[in-house]
């Protein structure tokens, strides 16, 4: 069936969503060879991956996923930081310029999302490459992240966030870690990262590498039972809404799908150079976030603002972006964002140790 598979596409064919999620599940059950995986994905990524693709291959990751119960609402704001990939992490001369360059904005953005009353369970795994992960920039902020999922749950219902290390609720991905690094080409894993997160959000901000995955994104959050989300293309190769230049905009709302453009000037900020927002290692990139919620001013709490305004909106708690700038600024300029992280720091030092970086 596999051989099958890769050999439909290559041909230009697309799967059908139960095709997808069968081919999947033998791929993280371990049931093809590192090259079959690889042909396949690389075909895929030339045809390029349908709706009905990228839905199948996520209900197959959702299926051998650890879940966690949270009552209440979820908001999801993940993108895929795990990059394994040498042409995310370099350009055609190696030199290191592709990728998201900036600091870790959803981490610094689901601290306020998080001050002003939502629950968020953040995604993510340490970086793989030059990149700086949101478990990097969590650890270096003095987050304990070796806990276990019980501890998680608790800590995203107490505190009202919570860190979900992707190993310890992904197992089954494993079997594709290698061969999609031996590729080193973007891939459908690249999108699948934030349709799976262990919490099952109803409500998402999802970033993307490319404008034309944004409405088709959005499509496949509906299929996969999203109710308010908005896909998110910035200028500069944003994958959150950009500071710098316009963004792209897909908004999922019930069973409607809108896309738009939207601007910084829209909002009443100025518009940055990339150097404004730009990042580096963790301890640089926890730095960045710890002055944003100690109240600097400027480019870097600029996009915080837009991208929590986003999550506002997404979830219901404003219905224009203007108020959801407002309620980030007053999450940001009480002091409540800082004391969120600080909570955060204490409940998860309490915890026992559960899990540990491989080295």
């Known amino acids: 069936m596999i051989n099958q598979a890769i ?8 799967l059908g969503e139960k095709e997808m999620t069968e081919v999947m599940g033998m791929f993280l059950d371990g049931m093809a060879e590192p090259a079959q995986m690889g042909a396949f994905i690389t075909a895929l990524r030339m ?9 199948g291959a996520a209900i197959a990751i959702r299926s051998k996923t650890q879940k966690i119960k949270i009552y209440g609402s979820l908001v999801n704001i993940d993108r895929d930081e795990i990059n394994v990939e040498e042409e995310t992490i370099f350009d055609t ?17 689901a601290l306020v999302v998080a001050a002003a009353g939502l629950q968020v369970a953040k ?56 061969p999609r690094q031996q590729v080193g080409l973007r891939s459908i894993f690249n999108l699948l990262g934030p349709l799976t997160n262990p919490a099952g959000a109803t409500a998402q901000v999802l970033g993307v590498y490319d404008d034309r995955h944004t409405e088709k994104m959005a499509q496949v959050l509906q299929k996969l039972g999203t109710r308010q989300a908005f896909v998110v293309y910035g200028a500069e190769t944003l994958d959150e ?30 518009r940055a150079a990339p150097e404004a927002i730009k990042g580096g290692d963790a301890n640089q990139n926890a730095a960045v976030i710890r002055s944003i919620l100690d109240g600097q001013k400027g480019p870097q709490r600029d996009v915080v603002l837009l991208n929590a305004a986003a999550v506002f909106v997404s979830a219901g ?17 009480s002091g409540l964002a800082a004391q969120k992280l600080e909570s955060l720091v204490d409940f998860t030092r309490q915890c026992d140790v559960f899990v540990r970086r491989a080295i």
């Open 93 to 109: 001369h190696g030199n290191g310029a592709n990728g998201t360059q900036t600091f870790n904005i959803s981490t610094a953005t």
């Open 241 to 270: 809404i950009s500071i710098c230049g316009p963004t792209q905009v897909s908004q999922l709302k019930d069973d409607s799908i809108e896309t738009f453009e939207m601007t910084p000037e829209d909002y009443g900020f100025k």
């Open 7 to 14: 050999a439909k596409v290559a041909n230009g064919d697309n």
């Open 317 to 333: 708690l404003d219905s224009g972006f203007k108020a959801g700038i407002q309620r980030a600024s007053q999450a940001l300029d």
């Open 47 to 55: 045809k390029g991956e349908t709706v009905e693709e990228i839905t």
């Open 123 to 178: 995604y993510g795994n340490w970086a793989l490459s030059r990149q700086c992960g949101s478990a990097d920039v969590l650890m270096s902020l003095g987050v304990n992240l070796d806990i276990n999922h019980t501890d998680v749950e608790k800590c995203i219902q107490d505190i009202g966030i919570g860190f979900l290390y992707a190993p310890l609720f992904h197992g089954a991905m494993k079997a594709v870690a290698a």
